[in-house]
């Protein structure tokens, strides 16, 4: 067999997984769980597809033609080429029909590659467009392994193949463009190395008809919004604090975990510590009261909302109902009288019910001012510098998770009209996305340094400097923020969650250890792959039988309106005014529909608020296993690298008699730790 030089792709635009172009649904990058499914139909005839390992003959000829054609289009005369590897996430799979009389194969007379089969084609799956843009062949798939060897902008307006560029087929040969550049290149005695390939610029072929019309103008972007608060300061800091005010996080409390909001904070010897007040259903007797709020040192003691997917009600009677409870419907009577089964915890329940009812609300902070409408004349706008979506409080100059995959939303401005309708508000600000490219010298600085991103958040770019400082050494290979829209408007529905920085949480979800893995790897991804998006939790275990549950966005005044009666009357996020009286939230939309109202405050029940100070008498714990599947089964750890995550036990507070010891097992509860909506796999670009 001749000898062959291996050629290595170092950059890569494959996908392991996509987001549908309606943006709500994920798919894997590859054939479809039935035409994996190799079992043969009552006549016999199997009709599936399969995954081409690399030591196949098909796999090491389509990798052979690759490089053959690489080396004439780089001109390498005289050298046998050979792919080492396809790119990154790129998979061959083989789409076989053959049909089986009697337990064997019945062989055609008319014979083809497929040998005894039907047929045997191959098909390359990893295109960022989904499993519908594979790739027929290895000239079919050419174009776009030339572009990405050699175009270093990583624009797919520049690649000629007919996935990127499907209305410009004619002229275009097997593997290449048919016109051949006007300045001849000098033959190549021998093979370059593999990053010398990738600088070579021979786009010119790969791309005619992009420099034969005029291409628009690159977007560009804005600068970012001046912080005019202290608070909005602090959180524009890399590495400042994880968890901000108002915020709903899980929190840990002696050995196990409950949901709480983030009443205050400060910085002691460079350590976060935070005030939280545990959530819970309403006290109706006279032994219930609320806990007291809580003090956590620690940003490991604590969870964002967003990063855990809530477990099921403790009391069965709450997961099957057509039409289910919010935190203002709640029977909490009936729980007590164990209406809704027995053994359940209301203390649990309360706060899961309060936790999804604040994930579907939103308030708007500080205004800045109030314009007349660009649309409307006879209308105005107001602009504030920050709002509360759901769990969390973003500012303007955040980046924010949007609902396409892994881009962000550089947060410019929060829009509503006047007077202020149902889910009327926007947001608007640069969209970008990451991408990744080869960088073979670790001592040049990469397209993602911060004086190249003026108009980038400091958290982005210092986020990223330290995960390319692994990636380039190990891989030779670096990621940027690109972007892709100025000026863009967007609704909060189109919102996933604020976005984190994965150097910084990652190690918190996964532990030191486990993150440590994935850095000596070189292979820190966004840590949105492995957290859920806004409005999840709204069918989060529920019967697919059941109505589907649209998620409305309820507006409230003041952050302590949208929390009710979970927490004590005088409960008060630092820094923000008391509302006046305490609210108690609107009934959520019936019939499949999670509402969307306005609210006007109304008056808390003294006798039920509590004094905020007592304890409960009843020692009610929470067990839980906080694991998510998808950070675990996604990554290859070393053993013993989510050791951290033990089953604990806390301590918690509500409604459940007096004196007795209850227990909630979450780790044998359906549904806690598993995706529900918004998890993904792998790392991108």
């Given at each position: 067999m001749a000898?062959f030089?291996?050629?290595?792709?170092?950059r890569?635009?494959?996908?392991?997984?996509?987001?549908?172009?309606?943006?709500?649904v994920?798919?894997?990058?590859?054939?479809?769980?039935?035409?994996?499914?190799?079992?043969?139909?009552?006549?016999?005839?199997?009709d599936?597809?399969?995954?081409?390992?690399?030591?196949?003959m098909k796999?090491l000829d389509?990798r052979?033609?690759?490089?053959?054609?690489l080396?004439?289009?780089?001109?390498?005369?005289d050298?046998?080429?050979?792919?080492?590897?396809?790119p990154e996430?790129?998979?061959?799979?083989?789409?076989?029909?053959?049909?089986?009389?009697?337990?064997?194969?019945?062989?055609?007379?008319?014979?083809?590659?497929?040998?005894g089969?039907?047929r045997?084609?191959?098909?390359?799956?990893g295109?960022?467009?989904?499993?519908?843009k594979?790739?027929?062949s290895?000239?079919d798939?050419?174009?776009h392994l030339?572009?990405?060897?050699?175009d270093?902008?990583?624009?797919?307006?520049?690649?000629g193949?007919?996935?990127?560029?499907?209305e410009?087929?004619?002229?275009?040969v097997?593997?290449?463009?048919?016109?051949?550049?006007?300045?001849?290149?000098?033959?190549?005695?021998?093979?370059p190395?593999?990053?010398?390939?990738?600088?070579?610029?021979s786009?010119?072929?790969?791309?005619?008809r992009a420099?034969?019309?005029?291409k628009?103008?690159?977007?560009?972007?804005n600068?970012?919004?001046?912080?005019?608060?202290?608070?909005?300061?602090?959180d524009?800091?890399?590495?400042?604090?994880?968890y901000?005010?108002?915020?709903?996080?899980?929190?840990?409390?002696?050995?196990?975990?409950?949901?709480?909001?983030?009443?205050s904070?400060?910085?002691?010897?460079?350590?976060s510590?935070y005030?939280?007040?545990?959530?819970?259903?309403?006290?109706?007797?006279?032994?219930?009261?609320?806990s007291?709020a809580?003090t956590?040192?620690?940003?490991?003691?604590?969870?964002?909302?967003?990063?855990?997917?809530?477990?099921q009600?403790?009391?069965?009677?709450?997961?099957?109902m057509?039409?289910?409870?919010?935190?203002?419907?709640?029977?909490?009577?009936?729980?007590?009288?164990?209406?809704?089964?027995a053994?359940?915890?209301?203390?649990?329940?309360?706060?899961?019910?309060?936790?999804?009812?604040?994930?579907?609300?939103?308030?708007?902070?500080?205004?800045?001012?109030t314009?007349?409408?660009p649309?409307?004349?006879n209308?105005?706008?107001?602009?504030?510098?920050?709002?509360y979506?759901?769990?969390?409080?973003?500012?303007?100059?955040?980046?924010?998770?949007?609902?396409?995959?892994?881009?962000?939303?550089?947060l410019?401005?929060?829009?509503?009209?006047?007077?202020?309708?149902?889910?009327?508000?926007?947001?608007?600000?640069?969209?970008?996305?990451?991408?990744?490219?080869?960088?073979?010298?670790?001592?040049?600085?990469?397209?993602?340094?911060?004086?190249a991103?003026?108009?980038?958040?400091?958290?982005?770019?210092?986020?990223?400097?330290?995960?390319?400082?692994?990636?380039v050494?190990?891989?030779?290979?670096?990621?940027?923020?690109?972007?892709?829209?100025?000026n863009s408007?967007?609704?909060l529905?189109?919102?996933k969650?604020?976005?984190?920085?994965?150097?910084?949480?990652?190690?918190?979800?996964?532990?030191e250890e486990?993150?440590?893995a994935?850095?000596?790897?070189?292979?820190?991804s966004?840590?949105?792959?492995?957290?859920?998006?806004r409005?999840?939790?709204?069918?989060a275990?529920r019967?697919a039988?059941?109505?589907?549950?649209?998620?409305?966005?309820?507006?409230?005044?003041?952050?302590?309106?949208?929390f009710?009666?979970s927490?004590?009357?005088?409960a008060?996020?630092?820094?923000?005014?008391?509302?006046?009286?305490?609210p108690?939230?609107?009934?959520?939309?019936?019939?499949?529909?999670?509402g969307?109202?306005?609210?006007?405050p109304?008056?808390i029940d003294p006798?039920?608020?509590?004094s905020?100070?007592?304890?409960?008498?009843?020692s009610?714990?929470?067990?839980?296993?906080?694991?998510?599947d998808t950070?675990?089964?996604?990554?290859?750890?070393?053993?013993?690298?989510?050791?951290?995550?033990d089953?604990?036990q806390?301590?918690?507070?509500?409604?459940?008699?007096?004196?007795?010891?209850?227990?909630?097992d979450?780790?044998?509860?359906?549904?806690?730790?598993?995706?529900?909506?918004?998890?993904?796999?792998g790392?991108?670009?």
């Amino acid at each position: 067999m001749a000898r062959f030089h291996p050629i290595y792709i170092r950059r890569s635009d494959g996908k392991l997984e996509i987001v549908s172009r309606a943006g709500k649904v994920r798919e894997t990058n590859e054939p479809t769980t039935d035409q994996l499914d190799q079992k043969p139909n009552r006549d016999g005839v199997s009709d599936y597809y399969r995954q081409v390992t690399p030591d196949e003959m098909k796999h090491l000829d389509w990798r052979r033609k690759l490089g053959g054609m690489l080396a004439r289009e780089l001109r390498l005369q005289d050298t046998a080429v050979m792919l080492v590897a396809f790119p990154e996430n790129y998979r061959l799979y083989e789409h076989v029909k053959r049909t089986d009389k009697d337990g064997t194969t019945e062989v055609k007379t008319k014979m083809h590659a497929g040998g005894g089969n039907d047929r045997q084609d191959a098909y390359l799956y990893g295109h960022p467009l989904g499993r519908r843009k594979r790739f027929r062949s290895p000239a079919d798939f050419f174009p776009h392994l030339l572009w990405l060897a050699t175009d270093e902008t990583g624009d797919h307006d520049n690649c000629g193949c007919k996935v990127c560029s499907p209305e410009d087929l004619e002229g275009i040969v097997p593997g290449a463009k048919a016109v051949k550049p006007a300045s001849k290149q000098e033959p190549v005695a021998k093979l370059p190395a593999a990053q010398d390939i990738l600088r070579q610029s021979s786009t010119q072929s790969a791309h005619q008809r992009a420099a034969s019309a005029p291409k628009p103008a690159s977007p560009r972007s804005n600068p970012l919004p001046a912080a005019t608060r202290a608070e909005q300061r602090d959180d524009q800091i890399f590495g400042m604090y994880v968890y901000r005010l108002g915020e709903v996080v899980w929190f840990r409390k002696d050995a196990a975990w409950g949901l709480g909001l983030v009443l205050s904070r400060w910085k002691s010897d460079s350590r976060s510590s935070y005030t939280v007040q545990p959530l819970s259903n309403p006290p109706g007797g006279p032994h219930e009261r609320y806990s007291i709020a809580v003090t956590r040192s620690s940003d490991n003691e604590m969870r964002p909302w967003l990063a855990w997917s809530v477990p099921q009600y403790t009391h069965p009677g709450l997961n099957n109902m057509s039409d289910p409870m919010t935190f203002e419907t709640a029977d909490w009577d009936g729980m007590r009288q164990g209406r809704y089964g027995a053994g359940g915890d209301m203390n649990v329940d309360g706060s899961i019910l309060a936790a999804k009812g604040v994930d579907a609300s939103y308030t708007p902070l500080h205004p800045l001012r109030t314009v007349p409408s660009p649309s409307d004349p006879n209308a105005t706008e107001t602009h504030y510098t920050a709002v509360y979506l759901g769990a969390e409080k973003v500012w303007r100059g955040d980046p924010i998770r949007l609902s396409t995959g892994t881009d962000v939303l550089i947060l410019h401005s929060i829009v509503e009209p006047q007077p202020p309708r149902s889910s009327s508000m926007y947001l608007t600000g640069d969209t970008y996305t990451p991408v990744t490219i080869a960088h073979a010298n670790p001592d040049l600085p990469t397209p993602a340094a911060a004086s190249a991103n003026p108009h980038l958040s400091p958290r982005l770019t210092q986020d990223l400097a330290e995960r390319n400082s692994r990636s380039v050494s190990t891989h030779r290979r670096t990621s940027y923020w690109k972007l892709t829209t100025a000026n863009s408007r967007i609704a909060l529905d189109r919102v996933k969650g604020r976005w984190y920085e994965a150097s910084l949480l990652l190690p918190i979800l996964q532990s030191e250890e486990a993150y440590e893995a994935l850095a000596r790897r070189g292979e820190i991804s966004e840590v949105g792959g492995w957290m859920n998006g806004r409005g999840d939790a709204s069918n989060a275990n529920r019967d697919a039988r059941l109505p589907t549950l649209v998620r409305g966005d309820v507006r409230f005044g003041d952050r302590r309106a949208a929390f009710g009666r979970s927490m004590p009357a005088e409960a008060r996020v630092e820094g923000e005014a008391a509302a006046s009286p305490s609210p108690s939230r609107p009934a959520q939309g019936h019939g499949g529909h999670m509402g969307s109202a306005l609210v006007d405050p109304a008056l808390i029940d003294p006798a039920l608020a509590g004094s905020g100070s007592g304890t409960n008498s009843a020692s009610e714990g929470v067990e839980i296993d906080p694991h998510f599947d998808t950070a675990q089964d996604t990554l290859d750890l070393p053993a013993g690298a989510d050791d951290h995550m033990d089953s604990v036990q806390v301590n918690g507070a509500g409604g459940g008699g007096a004196e007795i010891e209850e227990f909630m097992d979450l780790d044998n509860m359906p549904g806690f730790g598993q995706d529900y909506g918004s998890h993904s796999q792998g790392y991108y670009g």
